[in-house]
């Protein structure tokens, strides 16, 4: 059964600081997903991630993929306020097929 | 503008009753899928379909049901059985065998009167 753990579970950070969001997962894949949702909202697509060693940037987020690790990360570069959310890693172990997804991490940064 | 619409918003289901939530799709996926969210959690698959006429249990069917009779329509019934059924519930879909993600409805929050 494939599992899927984030850490931390909430963090809460300064703006204008570094942070690393990592995701861990129990059986072998190269497809990985990170979403944000806002509260009471649905989930927005970050990134897709497809092959070991795939990074991806947007803005002050970046997300990478070791597929040999069984670990992505998602790092937070100068964090604002506006990303303030929850995220969640998701994986899938074949094209098409189901998402798991990790329990999410709730992100605060303050003022 | 093409997307997934989830209807109702918000919806109550009284003691015993079955009610309906509704996902439609004008992207021209083949897969859909219904995730369950509960408070302060991440989501959990309920039932997915690849294919029109054809879909599999996920991790928590019991107390739900589905049907897709149309590829652009996956609706869920929560029925009487399912116990403790307040949660937010999320469609998406995708196409099979591309490089994207699942996009994701709004989403139907749903609670017990």
């Known amino acids: 059964e494939l599992k899927v753990e984030q850490n931390p579970l909430f963090l809460s950070m300064q703006e204008g600081k570094n942070y690393t969001i990592y995701c861990n997962y129990s059986t072998t894949s190269d497809r990985l997903y990170w979403y944000r949702q806002d509260p009471g909202k649905s989930l927005e697509s970050l990134f897709v991630?497809?092959?070991?060693?795939a990074v991806k940037q947007e803005g002050r987020l970046m997300a990478s993929l070791d597929t040999k690790a069984r670990l992505s990360t998602l790092h937070i570069t100068a964090a604002v306020h506006d990303l303030s959310a929850t995220y969640f890693c998701?994986?899938?172990?074949?094209?098409?097929?189901?998402?798991?997804f990790g329990e999410g991490t709730q992100l605060t940064v303050n003022p | 503008d093409g997307g997934i619409t989830q209807s109702p918003k918000y919806l109550f289901r009284k003691e015993g009753q079955n009610v309906t939530l509704s996902c439609e799709q004008n992207l021209n996926h083949d897969a859909m899928y219904w995730y369950r969210q509960d408070p302060g959690q991440g989501l959990r698959l309920i039932y997915y379909s690849q294919i029109v006429n054809d879909f599999q249990k996920g991790d928590i069917a019991e107390g739900y049901s589905v049907s897709r009779e149309k590829k652009e329509s996956f609706p869920l019934t929560v029925t009487s059985a399912q116990k403790n059924p307040t949660a937010f519930y999320l469609c998406?879909?995708?196409?099979?065998?591309?490089?994207?993600?699942?996009?994701f409805g709004p989403g139907t929050r749903l609670l017990v009167l």
């Open positions: 998406a879909s995708s196409i099979p065998g591309l490089q994207e993600t699942q996009y």
């Open positions: 998701a994986v899938e172990l074949a094209s098409g097929s189901r998402l798991t």
């Open positions: 991630l497809l092959s070991n060693g």
